[in-house]
């Protein structure tokens, strides 16, 4: 089998994302403490980044080992079963993503708001939809696969995957910008605030503020990079339906990396479970 390297990196990234997102899941779920509405929308990306691991890299490794083929042909029904599970798993960890970010949104920008908004059946219902709608939709378009010819179906579906992508970068673009522009008006505040009391919190404030922006910026950038791919895919499936898009070997790593790095970046730097993970990690060391 070709590409030895691809798949060696691949498995190496497939393990890092199922023990980052393992690992939050299994800390929020044995501290009652850390069932929180926000811990919620985590759990529940976790778990689609969990499965984005188990099935991006590893399914089509086994496919392609099982079937003696490095690249599976376009046509087979192996496939678009592999493809099917695949971008299931991708998308709802996107919208999951979005989710979490609205949370994060409606907690920043109106926070009297917000737990009179975030009861646990508004964060049920979203979590829902965030499985859902990907799921409805993905598998109407592989519903389609048997009575549409192949370049029929790969134009429809090239719409449809668009429709995915494209809202959910605004959504997420939109809710990064305004926590921005309110971050920097609190920091503008605080620093004024500091001044008129004589007492300098400057650098504290700073340092704060450029840590949570860096680590928001990270999870953004990768998450439109590799949305960005994906939609570069649907386009072409759009404009030239007789073509597929040939990007695998760059494709699924990045989408593998997103998923690593949501765990560490919206969990592990959250207070609450960085502080649980650490108390896990002294008791393992006085064990």
């Given amino acids: 089998m070709e590409n ?3 798949w060696i990196f691949g498995w190496i990234l497939s393990v890092l994302t199922l023990t980052g997102n393992g690992l939050v899941i299994l ?14 929308f985590i759990v529940s990306l976790a778990i689609a980044d969990f499965f984005v691991g188990l099935t ?12 003696g083929r490095d690249a599976l042909p376009k ?13 299931v798993f991708q998308y709802t960890s996107g919208t999951n993503l979005c989710c979490l970010m609205l949370d994060r949104y409606i907690a920043v920008t109106k926070p009297l708001k917000y737990l009179p908004f975030m009861k646990r059946r508004r964060v049920i219902q979203m979590i829902a939809l965030a499985w859902g709608i990907p799921s409805t939709v993905i598998t109407l378009v592989a519903s389609l696969r048997f009575s549409l010819n192949n370049s029929l179906l790969y134009k429809i579906s090239g719409w449809f995957y668009a429709c995915f992508e494209i ?24 620093r004024i605030l500091a001044k008129q009391l004589h007492f300098n919190h400057e650098v504290f404030i700073k340092t704060q503020g450029k840590s949570t922006v860096k680590m928001m910026a990270v999870v953004v950038a990768l998450f439109l990079l590799c949305y960005i791919i994906f939609a570069r895919c649907s386009f072409v499936l759009i404009l030239n339906s ?14 593998v990396v997103n998923s690593a790095v949501n765990p560490l970046s919206y969990a592990i730097f959250k207070r609450d479970i960085r502080k649980e993970l650490k108390r896990q990690m002294h008791f393992i060391n006085n064990f």
Wanted: hydrophobic content about 50%; overall charge positive.
């Fill in 167 to 190: 809202p959910l970068c605004l959504i997420l673009i939109f809710c990064f910008v305004s926590m921005f522009r309110i971050v920097c008006k609190h920091k503008q505040a605080a």
């Fill in 56 to 67: 991006a890299i590893p399914l089509q490794f086994f496919y392609t080992l099982a079937s």
């Fill in 4 to 6: 030895v390297w691809f």
């Fill in 75 to 87: 046509t087979s029904i192996g496939y678009f079963a592999v493809m099917f599970i695949r971008v």
């Fill in 27 to 40: 800390l929020v779920c044995r501290r009652r403490q850390l069932r929180t509405e926000t811990n919620a």
């Fill in 242 to 255: 007789h073509n597929s898009c040939e990007d695998t070997g760059y494709k699924l790593p990045i989408l």
